[in-house]
């Protein structure tokens, strides 16, 4: 009857924990999504290099007007230009938009409003990516859409719901709803 009792307290106290525990993890949530947006900086004229964590160039972040906010809430950026590059310090893809947002740990940036990204910008065949918002995710090197996009390749056009672009081993995946045209190429006299 005792060890019954004993194990009754322990299960209440374990219960009591769980649930006290849960309510603080609310209450951390709700204050941080309570923090104030402030901004701390505006700077004019701005070009940034990010590295990754071997110290080499992985992208680079040219805008004309660069708003950095308190509290972990990130960086607006007003038409920004993006290069980034491979390991060998290759660029391998350019981008540019009407606007763009840099998260707090500066490994998400979100292209919106006329976004353009173009693979091998030197290369002898580069493709074209058009589309109305684009992320580029510094961890996995992924380009990514949830929206459509216009990809041109100088031989097809392509429309799809939705784009996964790998950079790093320049691999590009559209959704199953994909719509092509050909485009002719003109006849050599």
């Known amino acids: 009857m005792k ?50 964590e071997k110290n080499k160039l992985q992208y680079k972040l040219i805008s004309p007007k660069v708003i950095d906010y308190s509290n972990h809430h990130g960086t607006d950026f007003v038409s920004p230009n993006l290069a980034v590059f491979d390991e060998t310090l290759v660029q391998t893809w350019q981008g540019k938009a009407s606007e763009g947002y840099l998260s707090s740990d500066k490994d998400n940036l979100l292209l919106k409003k006329g976004v353009k990204i173009i693979q091998t910008p030197t290369g002898e065949k580069p493709t074209y990516i058009d589309g109305k918002e684009m992320n580029y995710n510094a961890k996995t090197s992924l380009i990514t859409s949830k929206l459509p996009v216009k990809i041109d390749d100088g031989v097809v056009v392509q429309v799809s719901d939705k784009l996964k672009l790998d950079t790093r081993s320049k691999q590009l995946n559209a959704s199953d709803r994909v719509k092509a045209t050909y485009k002719a190429r003109p006849k050599k006299p």
């Open 3 to 52: 060890n019954l009792f004993t194990l009754i307290i322990l299960f209440l106290l374990t219960l009591a924990s769980y649930f006290l525990l849960k309510s603080l993890q609310e209450e951390v949530v709700q204050e941080k999504n309570a923090q104030e947006k402030k901004i701390v900086a505006v700077a004019q004229g701005v070009t940034m290099h990010y590295f990754n």
